[in-house]
């Protein structure tokens, strides 16, 4: 407890007003198409650190696996890979976009009003985002 107390009073000192680490903004997840289990999540990532932050994948209640992809044209088709890892370099933001890395949603399950999105860094959790789809009532 009180070791717990101390390494407070000097994460404050050292910091001012607490920053969150990793910063995510601009959230987009996709509704499966009808018959498919499979949704793409778009977004910008933040470091707000001084050093590289490694995300290692990613977890979500509403579905059974979710990776990180890479969009990839080769010979004229568009591929996609996935990556072991997602670097986000010190006090830079890194977009996951349409055409390029994106998370892959695979094994959709009890899709309703949200998705929450758990990122990891070798198996830590770093960062839970949550995303409504848009008209819906959450
Ligand atoms: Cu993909």
Do not use: W
């Amino acid at each position: 407890m009180r070791i717990a107390a101390l390494c407070l009073a000097v994460l404050l000192s050292a910091c001012g007003a607490p920053q969150p680490p990793l910063v995510a903004s601009e959230v987009e997840i996709t509704r499966p198409m009808p018959g498919r289990h499979m949704s793409a999540g778009y977004l910008v990532l933040t470091n707000n650190t001084g050093e590289p932050i490694r995300i290692t994948g990613a977890t979500s209640p509403q579905f059974g696996k979710v990776e990180i992809h890479e969009t990839i044209i080769a010979d004229g088709v568009a591929r996609m890979r996935q990556l072991d890892e997602l670097v986000v370099p010190a006090r830079h933001s890194v977009g996951l976009e349409r055409g390029g890395k994106h998370l892959m949603l695979m094994r959709a399950r009890d899709l309703d009003a949200a998705v929450s999105v758990q990122l990891l860094s070798d198996d830590a959790p770093i960062l839970a985002i949550r995303y409504a789809f848009p008209g819906g009532t959450d």
